[in-house]
C-alpha cells in the first residue's frame, strides 16, 4: 500500500521506547517525528533517533 512513497508518521506522546522501535523503516524518503513526555532512554544511536533540544 506504501510501496514506493515518500511517508511521514508522527506519533504524539510515546510511552515507551517499545511503541517506536518498530516505525522506522529505514527506507529513503520515510521518517518518524516522535513526541514523549518522558525521556526514551530505550532508544539507542543505532536506532538512527536524533534528538531534538
Do not use: E, K, Y
Not at 11 to 23: N, T
Amino acid at each position: 500500500m506504501l510501496a514506493d512513497r515518500r511517508v511521514l508518521v508522527v506519533l504524539d506522546i510515546a510511552a515507551s521506547a517499545g511503541q517506536v522501535r518498530p516505525l522506522p523503516s529505514g527506507a529513503a524518503g520515510c521518517a518518524v517525528v516522535v513526541t514523549s513526555r518522558a525521556s526514551l532512554t530505550g532508544l539507542r544511536v543505532t536506532d538512527a533517533v536524533a534528538p531534538m533540544p
